[in-house]
């Protein structure tokens, strides 16, 4: 049976058809208000963005799904976790003032911003799930505490999960450092011939685990915690990893850790994935690169596979942007996500996710 993703475009010559009507309009028809219910302390989940990123949700959209949340007589708060890599959200204080900078303050956002995981990551709640690599999973305490939660996302690429939108926002999103840090197992490695000893993967790396020998940079495996700054930042793309090894057991550790964010939830959980500034990059780097593809719209739905699904194949859809990050597959059809990064394979998300029997891939696409 397919499950229903509604689906608004960003085309509007009223005001009846502006992008906060849309939004407003789209919770009302996925008729989230049935997984929302009185007094619920309602979890808004989104990613406030890294300082310097600036391709995060709009916090104006985010207050329509406040203000309907609120009138479904719910208490919402929004809400994000600590990273595991330095920056400007690795611990609470930092997070609350990076999301205010961003304007995901009470009077824009209209609900407290709570971090999830406490101040330093260490408010956690273990759930079991029996699965294939965990046992159980280290969740966000308050992530766990929510009644109801609502998953904002913002659709774009990743340069190892491939894309990041419900799952992804579920999975790494929900996860304190602990979890985060169980994810990603897998190590890179420098690639001596390219290295240019520029030392930018030094400053990145949250563990020191990085120095440069004869002016070469060096990663030392066992420090190492995997969080993937190094390759992001390297300006010659001189560190890499085993993608046929360490990916799709990454990618399999990513699904199973958003199971256990959704577990317990069914019923009580939205999806709205945000197909704007469909950028290479997460929004965790402190910038934000030139879109791949034009904008396309808003998907809502409580099926996070099937959302997922429909998302990535509406971007693949798209005749891709010459002057971007997509060095291949430009073609309407074509998989974007690896036109920018071959060895990555964003499908898998979806793949295993259906296996857990977190939804289906086989959606109905409903405009509204």
């Not at 010559?13 to 929302?36: G, H, M, N, P, Y």
């Not at 709205?272 to 904008?295: E, G, H, K, M, Y």
């Amino acid at each position: 049976m397919k499950s229903p993703v509604y689906f608004a475009s960003l085309v509007a010559r009223t005001d009846q058809e502006s992008t906060i009507a849309k939004v407003q309009r789209l919770f009302d028809r996925v008729e989230f208000r049935a997984c929302v219910h009185k007094n619920d302390r309602t979890a808004i989940k989104l990613h406030f963005g890294e300082l310097g990123n600036d391709s995060y949700i709009n916090p104006v959209f985010v207050r329509q799904v406040v203000d309907k949340v609120k009138g479904a007589g719910a208490l919402p708060f929004v809400t994000d976790t600590n990273t595991l890599y330095l920056g400007s959200r690795s611990n609470a204080v930092d997070h609350i003032t990076t999301a205010i900078l961003h304007g995901f303050d009470y009077a824009v956002v209209g609900a407290p911003v709570i971090i999830a995981d406490g101040l330093c990551g260490k408010n956690i709640a273990r759930v079991k799930i029996d699965k294939k690599h965990f046992e159980k999973v280290a969740i966000a305490g308050d992530i766990v505490a929510s009644d109801s939660m609502i998953v904002l996302s913002h659709f774009k690429g990743h340069d190892v999960a491939g894309f990041g939108g419900a799952i992804k926002n579920l999975g790494m999103g929900c996860a304190p450092p602990e979890g985060k840090r169980a994810q990603h197992k897998a190590r890179p490695f420098s690639i001596q011939d390219r290295c240019t000893g520029c030392g930018t993967c030094v400053k990145v790396c949250p563990k020191s685990a990085i120095t440069l020998v004869n002016e070469k940079s060096t990663i030392d495996r066992d420090l190492c915690i995997g969080c993937f700054e190094c390759m992001t930042v390297c300006p010659a793309h001189a560190i890499d990893i085993d993608w046929e090894i360490e990916i799709p057991p990454f990618v399999e550790r990513l699904v199973e850790y958003a199971y256990g964010a959704w577990l317990g939830k069914q019923g009580k959980i939205g999806f709205v994935n945000f197909l704007t500034r469909i950028t290479p990059d997460c929004d965790c780097v402190p910038w934000s690169d030139a879109s791949i593809v034009p904008d396309i719209g808003i998907l809502a739905s409580t099926d996070p596979v099937a959302i997922d699904a429909a998302s990535y194949d509406l971007v693949n859809q798209q005749l891709g942007f010459i002057d971007s990050r997509l060095t291949s597959h430009h073609k309407c059809g074509e998989d974007k996500f690896k036109g920018m990064r071959a060895n990555t394979d964003g499908r898998r998300q979806v793949e295993y996710a259906e296996e857990l029997g977190m939804g289906t891939s086989q959606y109905e696409l409903i405009r509204i």
